[in-house]
């Protein structure tokens, strides 16, 4: 945050007809303080801050610059920046949180942005990382715990601790912190808020159809892992056997106007291109990449499509990232992620183009 006391000095003594000998003369400095005050050079001494601001009859926060609800609107404003930054560069939006936190240090949300962005990722984290970052990131979860009011900012200090501990080799009391600061799936969010209402209300129905999606995108997921990370099933039948899962639930999708369906495919063929592109485990080939990625972007298509007459589904698909055309979203930030080997695979026209064919 930008000091501006000086500047205010200069304006309040301006406006009152003082000059700078009668404000030296009744803050008991020199007259050249008051000169470097009002230069910006030197800052008045804490004992002399609240003197001045009787004295000009202002408050401490006015006397200093400090807008409260001007403050905020800017830390929301440079967050948003921030969040718009780390789906484009990530080393820039590190860049950006870091010179955001050395401005803002006391707010939780920016500590919060920060700790996330010192290399310590909230899935399969490196513990190497954790360990030599540990001694800055500990400091900011304990911070956040103690004074911060925020239920989601503090689990997310809670999952960092956790985080911390395992790489310690504290992996039980890691394991402890999860089950009693996270509960279970019953505890969920869209469970209390289904079981908030009658089931013969419209907002039971609401919230039993949308958590029947968040459902089923998450179990997708887990299954495309519990193929993709086993070694044991030779790569041409592992993504053989997703592929054709994945096609019969959009087929079948499709054929029945079920979006129940179609999301399943839809969050498959997302994870196994993700999977693909990543090359981390299993060796990705290129023309199962593009084939994948052109299944994946004709399910977002009708999802997006289906959403504009369901509810429950657009909220979860589309309102959750903030836009109101998903296809659109998506083919964007595929050409935007900056992960290098999807950068590579970026180069090659025939994945380009299938890309592009869906803007």
Known sequence: ???????????????????????????????????????????????????????????????????????????ERLLDEFSECRRKDWEKAKELIKSIYKDYPNDYRVMYCYMWSLGVEDAEPDLDIALARKDEIA???????????????????????????????????????????????????????????????????????????????????????????????????????????ADALYSRGCELSESYLVLQANKIFGRLHNDLIARRYRGGKDEDIIRIVDKYLSTVAKIDDMAKKDEALYDVCVKRFNTHDLTSYVVNSTLAWKNPNNLKMLENEEYRGVIEKYK
């Open 1 to 75: 945050m930008r000091i501006t006391i000086g500047n205010n000095i200069k304006r309040l003594r301006t406006e009152k007809h003082i000059t700078q000998e009668q404000l030296a003369e009744a803050m008991n400095v020199s007259c050249a303080a008051v000169s470097k005050w009002e230069r910006s050079e030197t800052y008045p001494e804490i004992t002399v801050l609240q003197p001045l601001a009787f004295y000009f009859g202002v408050s401490l926060d006015e006397l200093m610059g400090y807008d409260k609800e001007k403050v905020n609107e800017e830390i």
């Open 139 to 245: 400091p900011i979860c304990d911070r956040i715990l103690e004074g911060c009011n925020d239920i989601q900012l503090c689990l997310g200090a809670w999952k960092m601790k956790a985080i911390l501990l395992h790489a310690e080799g504290k992996t039980d009391e890691a394991l402890r912190i999860h089950s009693e600061k996270f509960g279970d799936w019953y505890f969920s969010t869209g469970q209390m808020n289904e079981q908030l209402f009658k089931k013969d209300r419209p907002e039971f129905l609401y919230w039993a159809k949308r958590n029947m999606y968040e459902l089923v995108s998450f179990a997708a997921d887990k299954y495309v892992k519990s193929l993709f990370f086993d070694e044991g099933i030779a790569y041409e039948k592992m993504v053989s056997d997703v592929e054709k899962c």
